[in-house]
């Protein structure tokens, strides 16, 4: 029966109420708002895609508190949205329109409950905030080598949950190459505790590597140990001009060879997304006089001071041995941290600068290595061919096989029209070319609810049979983040 | 009923011979045997340990051909031991005593299907070799930088389903760090086909990281692809004396300070393993005139001419360093590499002159790296003094917080009755002390059949439940090495 007045079905306007007056007396008054405002940031996505509605949000204080709120899910049947600092690109951590579920977030576990010098790793419950992590191993003479746009605002839980990638990856691998223990909350509200980080372990199934990017939905992350690296001693940041992105690639490589272990960044960039920033943030000069058809970003970084003095030389010889080869069309070496900073500038506006160009259909795709600069010269005139207008760009991590590869809109097109209808038919077929060169459909933003069908469309049977077998195991009542990823 | 002349149960008779047959038709005559003395030396693991029957041993020539046989023996309900080069030491692919079971061998598949300089990759079906991988890659200036004992028998599906270690973890990480790629036949018959590596992928759960270290519970890991290193320049070896752990442990730090991403290997045994191999090689030369409590074993590796040529006199500054700071009492640089060589003999002779000494209880543990000499100085003395006229040895990789502990039997001790006996509690206390630490019972041999027991004693229940229940999704019939690891 609905309710004459309201319209919500009566029975579930009874559960709600008991549910969330036992998760008051379980949390406390800061531990559960159903306020609108308060709860209003926090019901849509970080790219303003998806706007949900959730019974209420709940932000326990600790661990036991995360697994007696779950348990009490459990045995109200709620669903259950787990959300750190509402920064994922796919939707992952908004709830759905249907308000049955409630957000858990763990923005109150915010401690970093261990910083262990000698091991050089840390602790963090998983509402700690990157950027203080940061902070927290740079006071220590170290540094937890990761790094992402959102950093002031994701959290270590999220960044767990959905193995989080950046611009370090090159050296340092994503989230999960830092990960050394995890704690979680699974959907029984039994905990599971492998924060302990052992060098080597064989005791079974290694169940952390099952949690980390599994975006909530095998269970809720609660803590991680992370890896953390000596503080950078010095850097130098070089700046190239390539006639094609296989130039860049053997550059990629020459780079690796010549300084090994020391390349912590290498970002390409066409013209086109440089004469974008320029647009976007009048004053910015190119690194370069000429125009290229394509641009490196080149990092180099030392962890000592030894080996910080020789960077500015090893670099000038890259690029000499670069010239020679004549992979380089022309190339600059930052002279200060200042211009260095500039430089990184440029690469990290391009995504806002590219979106105020227009609707466009935005993809984070990854190949094999070797073969993005094939894929690019294939997919790019393909695609801008067989729709008339449209421009296809790709700037990213070439290091990592892994680009953003967008393709604006034809001039005057309709954002909502266009994205619904060739912006859609776009996308599939990006993603179908992905897919035929071996690569994913998403490099590192996660599946969330914005992948969820192309991954099931897309997705060897085996692999995705298996995925739903192993959801269905440890959560069998489909409690944990509902409706993403599988 | 069974047989009235030999006892067996003539509906298992019956069933035995109609799925031979078809096994027969579907593998060939190379691909199947039944032989007894052809089986004989796969039914009786790598230790002699254990001794069990099969109905037969299968050995598919490629991935389909395991294919279509798994989804026979689903038909059949006939259990499969996944075997390679039957050199586990935990008795993982050696089958039980019924007879029930067919060994599924994967030595027939042992091509090299691509080994790309550029990418530095292989990949080989699991029946490779090890020491055949390893000459593959050196034809190509490469290496695949792990090593063991049993490199002339080890295959890589054994290596992957093991998820091994050896001497280059410390460097380089066990095998889960070296596999970009696997592929599988899951429990119905479905290949699953991750052998194609991307840097970055995040499509949901890393299934991959689910069937490293799986033992073949999970799934038949048919092929891998690897990572590859650049082939050595030059390596130094170093032998320390030093008073303590601790100081075997201060100088590991210093010697990763002051070479970094050059430290290959740091092994350490007490002078009790010393003398054993003494006793056991007659004429082997201990490194250092003098006994001292431990022995450290220390090896720096270059992958370019540059760095190989500086390594000898970098060694030279990390032992001075490491007299000036009273971390060593005597030390000593292999001045060629025939000395290098027997460095390296007397740490892998450690093992069999242990053995040699009589009955002992073995274990392979790890604790939190920084907690191994304190681990070491509370465990030792403890177990021999609960046990009297035992002796503890514990030697190996330092650096990995994995050691090999070794309890050996009082004199005149029979070997199986204090093996079934007080070497049982032994064992019992020595995975009791290691778990009271945050250690594992298995560092990197696994679980297999003979630490069964022990995993489900020592787990925390959360993760055997989880490990049950995907076990449980993934192999519903328990036809995948049942009885082993979980």
Chains 1, 2 share one sequence.
């Not at 959907?187 to 980080?197: E, F, I, K, R």
């Not at 393909?382 to 290091?399: I, N």
Request: charged share 20%; aromatic share 4%; hydrophobic share 45%.
């Amino acid at each position: 029966m609905n309710c004459p007045s309201c319209g919500v079905a009566i029975a579930d306007a009874v559960m709600t109420e008991t549910f969330l007056a036992e998760a008051a007396r379980l949390l406390g008054p800061k531990g559960l708002t159903t306020d609108p405002d308060d709860m209003a940031p926090w019901l849509t996505d970080w790219r303003g895609r998806y706007t949900g509605a959730a019974r209420a949000i709940a932000s326990p204080a600790n661990t036991a508190e995360v697994a007696a709120l779950v348990k009490l899910c459990a045995r109200h049947g709620v669903p259950i949205v787990p959300q750190g600092g509402n920064s994922g690109m796919s939707g992952g951590a908004t709830p759905f329109e249907s308000g049955r579920e409630i957000i858990l977030s763990l923005r109150r576990m915010n401690r970093i409950t261990a910083l262990d010098t000698a091991a050089r790793s840390a602790t963090c419950e998983a509402g700690v905030i990157l950027q203080v992590l940061h902070e927290a191993a740079e006071k220590e003479g170290l540094r937890f080598p990761l790094t992402l746009g959102g950093k002031g605002s994701a959290t270590i839980g999220g960044l767990v949950s959905t193995n989080a990638g950046g611009t370090q990856v090159l050296r340092h691998g994503s989230m999960r190459a830092l990960v050394l223990g995890v704690e979680a909350v699974m959907a029984d509200g039994s905990v599971l505790d492998l924060l302990t980080p052992l060098k080597k372990d064989n005791r079974g199934f290694d169940l952390k590597q099952v949690l980390i990017g599994s975006e909530g939905t095998l269970g809720i992350v609660t803590a991680a140990t992370l890896r953390l690296a000596p503080a950078i001693a010095g850097r130098t940041v070089m700046w190239a001009g390539t006639a094609s992105l296989h130039d860049a690639r053997s550059l990629l490589l020459l780079a690796e060879d010549m300084a090994p272990g020391l390349l912590e960044g290498f970002e390409v960039l066409p013209q086109h997304s440089l004469e974008a920033v320029q647009a976007y943030t009048p004053g910015t000069r190119a690194p370069l006089t000429e125009p290229h058809a394509w641009h490196a970003l080149i990092e180099l970084v030392a962890g000592d001071e030894d080996t910080a003095a020789r960077l500015p030389e090893l670099a000038e010889r890259i690029l000499a041995t670069a010239f020679e080869r004549d992979l380089i069309a022309d190339a600059t070496i930052a002279a200060s941290e200042d211009q260095a900073e500039r430089m990184w500038l440029i690469r990290e506006t391009i995504s806002p600068a590219e979106r105020a160009l227009g609707p466009a259909m935005q993809h984070d795709i990854s190949v094999p290595v070797e073969k993005m600069p094939a894929f690019v010269e294939a997919a790019v005139p393909r695609l801008e061919a067989d729709w008339p207008g449209t421009r296809a760009v790709c700037f990213g991590h070439l290091g990592d096989g892994n680009v953003h590869f967008h393709v604006i809109a034809p001039p005057v097109s309709d954002r909502a029209s266009w994205e619904a209808g060739d912006g859609k038919a776009i996308s599939a077929q990006v993603h179908d070319m992905v897919v035929a060169w071996g690569g994913s459909i998403s490099a590192e933003h996660g599946i969330g609810r914005l992948k969820r069908d192309e991954l099931a469309r897309l997705s060897d049977p085996t692999v995705l049979a298996t995925m739903r077998a192993i959801k269905q195991a440890l959560d069998p009542d489909g409690l944990l983040n509902p409706g993403k990823l599988v």
